[in-house]
């Protein structure tokens, strides 16, 4: 339990480093799946595919990679942003409660 400096009137409950572990392990579970397809994504897009005789074929093989890699690199960019504010919440931003005179706020 923590008073604020700017609201002496203010309490923050700060909760223990291990009440964090369960989202540590979703971000790093979000930063390994959001590097992987990013990887992916990138590699995907960035693969040249051989041509071919006919032009409508060429565009079928080549666009669905391309999709599939815009797709991957999406959710991996999500993943990644996700992770990186699962990590961002410790010590004074980890407040879970806070007791002031407009009443309770619950950040958990």
């Given at each position: 339990?923590?008073?604020?400096?700017?609201?002496?009137?203010?309490?923050?409950?700060?909760?223990?480093?291990?009440?964090?572990?369960?989202?540590?392990?979703?971000?790093?579970?979000?930063?390994?799946?959001?590097?992987?397809?990013?990887?992916?994504?990138?590699?995907?897009?960035?693969?040249?595919?051989?041509?071919?005789?006919?032009?409508?074929?060429?565009?079928?093989?080549?666009?669905?990679?391309?999709?599939?890699?815009?797709?991957?690199?999406?959710?991996?960019?999500?993943?990644?942003?996700?992770a990186?504010?699962g990590?961002?919440?410790?010590?004074?931003?980890?407040?879970?409660?806070?007791?002031?005179?407009?009443?309770l706020?619950?950040?958990?």
């Amino acid at each position: 339990m923590a008073k604020n400096n700017s609201d002496s009137n203010a309490i923050r409950f700060i909760s223990e480093s291990g009440h964090h572990r369960p989202r540590i392990r979703r971000s790093l579970f979000l930063l390994g799946g959001g590097v992987i397809l990013a990887g992916v994504g990138t590699f995907l897009i960035t693969n040249g595919l051989p041509d071919y005789s006919v032009r409508r074929a060429q565009l079928t093989v080549q666009l669905i990679p391309l999709v599939l890699g815009v797709l991957a690199l999406i959710f991996g960019v999500v993943g990644l942003v996700s992770a990186l504010i699962g990590f961002a919440r410790s010590g004074s931003a980890a407040t879970d409660l806070v007791v002031d005179q407009d009443g309770l706020t619950d950040y958990s």
